[in-house]
């Protein structure tokens, strides 16, 4: 039962990630994909030997694009992301029953994401009153995405870890 294996509050499942380890062979790859609002993501990845018994695998992924919206006031976009992910583990096995492996990683993230005011489209939601600018216009239900607001939303996010794993048999 899972509940026996991740703890008591995963009854109903648990998600394991688990990352590729170093190879003993240099391999790798590199894909982008580009669409609309300037979108654009790349992500790799690259492994192989550095000695007798010592490999690595570097990872990383950016992803952009522009906002969708507008904010009327101050004409800055909205729901933009600007995300960069990195994680590097070295593998040491100085003998054959010994085994380390050492992990590294890194996410920052940078939005301006917001709460919308839905228009027409649910007349009976209406934006607190501090956000609204006096004698300004509500975005209509051309574009749900603008927002209209002297306050400009931002977000930033920034995440690291580290790990070790050993293995003695």
């Given amino acids: 039962p899972q509940g026996t294996l991740f703890g008591r509050n995963a009854v109903a499942g648990a998600v ?14 590199l894909q982008a994909d580009v669409g609309n609002y300037d979108s654009l993501i790349v992500e790799g ?18 992803s952009d694009h522009s906002g969708y919206g507008k904010n009327l006031v101050t ?12 994680r590097a583990k070295l593998k040491i096995e100085p003998s054959e029953n010994f085994r380390m492996i050492l992990s590294a990683d890194y996410a920052h993230l940078r939005s301006n ?4 005011y839905a228009g027409d489209a ?9 956000e609204i600018v006096p004698g300004a216009v509500l975005p ?6 603008n927002i209209n607001s002297n306050v400009e939303p931002e977000s930033r996010s920034r ?3 580290f790990g070790a794993n050993a293995t003695l048999d």
Avoid: C, K, M
Wanted: hydrophobic share 25%; no cysteine.
């Fill in 16 to 29: 394991n990630l688990i990352t590729n380890d170093p190879t003993e062979t240099f391999e790798g790859y």
């Fill in 45 to 62: 990845a690259a492994s192989g030997p550095i000695t007798d018994g010592v490999s690595f695998r570097i990872s990383g992924r950016t």
């Fill in 75 to 86: 004409g800055r976009g909205v729901d933009d992301l600007h995300q960069r992910e990195f």
């Fill in 113 to 116: 994401s917001s709460y919308y």
């Fill in 122 to 130: 649910y007349p009976g939601v209406v934006p607190p009153a501090d």
């Fill in 140 to 145: 209509s239900r051309d574009n749900l995405r």
């Fill in 159 to 161: 995440f690291y870890g």
